[in-house]
Each structure stands twice: as C-alpha cells, then as structure tokens.
C-alpha cells in the first residue's frame, strides 16, 4: 500500500487535502459553496476545449476556471451587496461552461473515457513529474491565502466594517475566487471535479460547526480533511471501490458528527451568541 | 426560408417529442424557476438536478425505472437538504453543498459498479448532458402529470411563498409555517427539477430554471408578469435552440449535430446579459429579488 506509485498517490492526495481544507474554509466562510462547485466543474469543460484543440489539457482547466472565477467574482458582487445576485451569476457561469463543454466533447466525439477521468480523477496512477507542479501549486495556494488572511477574514466575518477601512469587499471575492480557480486547476486533473467539491466543503463546514474561532477552524478543516483522505484512499485501495464515493460520504459523515458536537454543546448550556444575520 | 426550418423538421417524430418536452420543461422551470431566484436557491435547484440523476444511475443499477430513481432521490435529497438547512442563507448552501458532495460520491459508485457489468463510460455523459432528441413518447404523460402537481404547488402557495420570501420575520408574524412553506416549496422543485434533468440532462434543466426567471425578474414589474415573462422566455430559448441544433448537422464539422443544451444555454445567457445593457442603472426600480436581499436587520 505504501510503494512505488502508490507513494505518489499519498502524496499528492496529502498536498491535496491541505489545499482543499484551507481553500474551502474560506468558501464555506464567504458562502461560495456554489461556485466551489460550479469553478472545478467548469473547468472539467475547459479541459474538454483543450483535447479538441490539442493544447495541453492544464491550459483548457486554467482558461476555464480563472475564466469563470473573473466571471462570477466581476458579476456576482455588486457593491456592498455580497451576496447580491451572487447564486444566479454563479448558475449561469456554470451552464454556460458546461454547454461549452458538451459541444466540445460532441465536436471530438471520442471523449467519454477522459469525460469520465475528469469528473472522478485518477489518484491511483500519478507519476513522478505529476506530483512537483502540484506541490509548487499548493504552497502557492497557501501562501496566497496566508498573505491575505486578514483581509479575507474581515471581508468574511464583518463586511460593513471593512468598506469602512478601505478593504474592498468585491476585490476580496475576487481576489478569493482566483485563488481557488488556481487551486482547481491544478487538482481536477489528478483527483477529478467532483471529488475536490468535496473535499472543500465536508471538512470545512464540520469544522465551522465544532468551533467559531477562524485560526482553530482553519486547522481542524485541514486536519479533517487530511483524515478524509487518508481514510477514503487506504478503503479505496482495499475495495477497489472509487475514491469519490468514501470522500463524499466522509465529507458527509463528519459534517453530522459535526452537528451533533454542537447540539450537544448547546444542550449542555455553552452556546455561543450567533453572529447577526 | 428552407436554410432556418429544414424541410421535414416539423414531421420528424423525435423533434416534435422534444418541442413538447421542451415545451413541459421550459414553462415548469420558469413558473417555479421565478420563487428559486427570489429565494436565492439557485444552488439547490442545481444540486437537486445532479442528485437526481445519481439516482437514476442507481436505479439503472438495480433495474428499476429510471424515472422513479430520479424523482425519489431528487425528493430525497430535497428533504434533506430542508432537513439539516439552517434558516441563514449561507448555512443553507452549505447543508445543499454536503448533500450534493455525498450524493456526487454514491454517483462514482453506481458508475463504477455500472461499468462493472456493462463497460459503458458514456453513461456518465449522458446523465449530465442528457439528450432531448432521445425521449421516448411513453414517457411524456408522466412528465406532463408532474409538471401539473408541481405547478399546482406553487399556485396554491404563491401569496405565502412571496411573503415568505420577502420577509420571513413578517410571515412568522402573521401565523405562516415558514419551515413547512419551505419545505412544500422545495419539494414542488425536486420534482419539477427531476423531470427536466431526466428529459434533458442536468446542464439544460439548471439553465431553463435560472436563466429565463432571473432575465424575466429584471425587466417584469410584479411576480405575475414574472412568471409569464419566465415561461415565455423559456419556451423561446428551447424552441429556437431544437432548430438551431437541428440545422447545425450541415455546419461543421460535418456529419455531426451541435449540442441542444449549447445552444439553449447561449441563448438563455444572452437574454439575461441583454437586460444590463438595455436600463440604464440609474432609472433601474429595484426588481424583486434585490429587495429579497435587504437584510431585516
């Protein structure tokens, strides 16, 4: 289980986790749920664009995802109004990408196999070259985050008082979308649309759930998201069953236990005062 | 005339079952398409598409009628979704992104063991993009019969589901059920949802849901005109699209049809933009689902 090929796997799928458990903090925070999924999504299309033109596959993925991220960031944020039209914009960004997509695939028309490579990853076939690109990717994406903690914190939590300071609300979403487009682009390739959605929501919202306190959510989303994948990559690997199906149950799984940490703590009389809607 | 409707277009059987369909899907996804907008649940409504077809690839699995897959997973997952929703916006997209992460992961699993017995990787395709041209006609009074339930949801509930949505504190207020309006509301749109995901695939029914009711609420004056306005624009956009898809087999490259779900959704997409360049914001009234947004606070 820890050998030859198998090692890539692990490591790509830990450098993975980190990205996804801090990137998807953030969207669960800001109330991106959507376009975290809709931007991997959309890039699966971009991908499809890049084989009908023979162009690197990582091309079509970037084009796609920034492409997107500018789209909903520029669109969805009207002044102030963070979540304004937000989710429409966020809708019609996605099936646009996606209609793009299908005449894509229509147009080459020997596509399925990849279509389906795409949508779920291959995590258990990386090679060595795959893995450093990654890595670079990931300590990118965290640097990028960690410059702009702050910011993106007070944007996040208390929106009004940072139009007070000067801190653009609408440059922090964007800023933040094209973070995470970054971020997908890189990861779809390996580890598939759909199963980094879930990466960055299930851990991320369990977290939110067991505590308020943004530094000590920020680790444990990472934490839980590491534990995710680890888990889901060793049954994966027993069962022969895909990746994406343990994840996305796992991601489920802990978000109820986190719930239920909750409940239980507001039961117990420690319930903290709910931030104003 | 003969270069936009090709001669025998209107006496093809597959074009005219889809012209219906398109017709069922695009007036049900605009009525109840307006209230999602309204609401802010445009990720639901997308969610609920792409669950419902994790269950149609499950009941393909075990052998039962895709149909039935579809509506029970999408009526599932919407109860869900109401069930653990909190009431604030933001928690309810991330109780709609949990759902939609397990239900995504069980779809790897019924295509993997899919595969399993039939090596078909096509089926993932065509459950995502679904093909309108490829409905068979037995399958159109079912789709006719739950467009009607869910509408006739939505009529009954209109006054309320507006107050709710505008105001919930005032709703409470008055004595309104908000979490069970929620919950009608949400069903009504898991089955209209299902059924235009299993007509015409998940990227089209998200588009003909959202698309024509967020064009349709910046330009009509009330939720009425609203409606009619979304159903319209709807209708136009899938016809225009079936036509636009039908000729395209004589652009390049040849032999081969251009998507429907391309078109429609370009067409849908260049209504919603047409109304930014059409008012000038200054003179712009606030139209409905921007006053939904005011915090109550």
Same mark, same amino acid.
């Not at chain 2, 998940?202 to 609420?217: C, D, E, H, K, N």
């Given at each position: ?277 | ?88 916006? @933001?928690?309810?997209? =991330?109780?709609?992104?949990? %759902?939609?992460? #397990?239900? !995504?992961? +069980?779809? *790897?699993?019924?295509?993997? /063991? ?57 709703? @409470?207020?008055?004595? =309104?059920?908000?979490?069970? %309006?929620?919950? #009608?509301? !949400?069903? +009504?749109? *898991?089955?209209?949802?299902? /059924? ?102």
């Amino acid at each position: 289980m820890f050998t030859g090929l198998m090692l890539n796997t692990w490591i790509t799928a830990t450098i993975v986790a980190v990205i996804a458990g801090m990137v998807g903090f953030f969207a669960v925070l800001r109330g991106q749920t959507f376009a975290a999924h809709a931007i991997p999504n959309g890039a699966f299309a971009g991908a499809a664009g890049a084989s009908l033109l023979g162009i690197n596959v990582l091309w079509g993925l970037a084009v796609f995802a920034i492409g997107g991220a500018l789209g909903i960031g520029a669109l969805g944020s009207e002044r102030g109004g963070r979540k304004g039209r937000n989710d429409v914009v966020t809708a019609l960004g996605l099936v646009l990408m996606l209609g793009l997509g299908a005449l894509f695939i229509s147009v080459s028309s020997e596509y399925a196999e990849e279509t389906y490579a795409l949508l779920f990853g291959e995590v258990f076939g990386i090679s060595q070259g795959e893995v450093l690109p990654i890595l670079l990717l990931g300590i990118v994406s965290v640097v990028a985050i960690g410059v702009a903690f702050r910011p993106l914190m007070l944007t996040s939590a208390l929106p009004e008082v940072a139009e007070a300071r000067g801190v653009s609300t609408r440059r922090a979403d964007l800023y933040f979308l094209v973070v995470m487009a970054l971020a997908t682009s890189m990861t779809v390739p390996v580890v598939g649309a759909l199963l980094m959605f879930s990466l960055m929501i299930g851990p991320a919202a369990a977290a939110r759930s067991v505590t308020a306190r943004p530094g000590v959510a920020l680790a444990l989303s990472v934490a839980i998201a590491l534990v995710t994948v680890w888990i889901s990559i060793a049954l994966s690997y027993r069962t022969n069953w895909p990746l994406g199906f343990f994840v996305g149950v796992a991601g489920a799984v802990f978000f109820l236990l986190g719930q239920g940490f909750r409940a239980l703590g507001t039961t117990l009389g420690t319930r903290r005062p709910r931030p104003a809607q | 005339m003969h270069y936009v409707f090709e001669p025998g277009l209107f006496a093809s059987g597959p074009v005219r079952t889809a012209l219906l369909v398109g017709a069922i899907v695009a007036v049900t996804s605009g009525v109840i398409g307006v209230f999602t907008v309204i609401r802010g649940q445009s990720f639901a409504g997308h969610s609920l598409a792409d669950v419902a077809t994790t269950g149609g690839s499950g009941a393909f699995l075990v052998g039962l009628n895709q149909f039935w897959g579809f509506l029970a997973a999408g009526i599932a997952a919407a109860a869900l979704m109401e069930g653990i929703g909190v009431q604030r916006r @933001r928690g309810r997209d =991330v109780a709609t992104g949990v %759902v939609l992460g #397990a239900a !995504l992961g +069980a779809a *790897a699993l019924f295509l993997y /063991l899919g595969t399993l017995h039939t090596s078909t990787t096509g089926a993932s395709f065509t459950v995502l993009f679904g093909s309108i041209f490829v409905i068979s006609p037995d399958t159109v009074p079912a789709l006719i019969a739950s467009g009607i339930i869910a509408l006739a949801v939505v009529a009954v509930l209109t006054r309320v589901l507006l107050l709710t949505s505008l105001s919930s504190d005032l709703a @409470r207020a008055k004595g =309104v059920p908000v979490r069970a %309006v929620g919950m #009608a509301y !949400l069903a +009504a749109l *898991a089955v209209s949802v299902s /059924l235009a995901a299993v007509a015409i695939g998940a990227v089209l029914s998200t588009a003909l849901l959202i698309g024509p009711s967020a064009t349709a609420l910046r330009v009509a004056k009330s939720p009425g005109w609203a409606m009619a306005a979304s159903a319209l624009t709807g209708v136009a956009a899938t016809w225009i699209g079936i036509v636009l898809a039908y000729d395209s087999f004589y652009w390049p490259p040849h032999g081969h049809g251009w998507p429907v779900s391309f078109f429609v959704v370009t067409l849908v997409l260049v209504g919603y933009l047409l109304t930014y360049v059409k008012r000038p914001r200054r003179l712009a009234p606030r139209s409905p689902h921007e006053g939904a947004e005011c915090s109550p606070a």
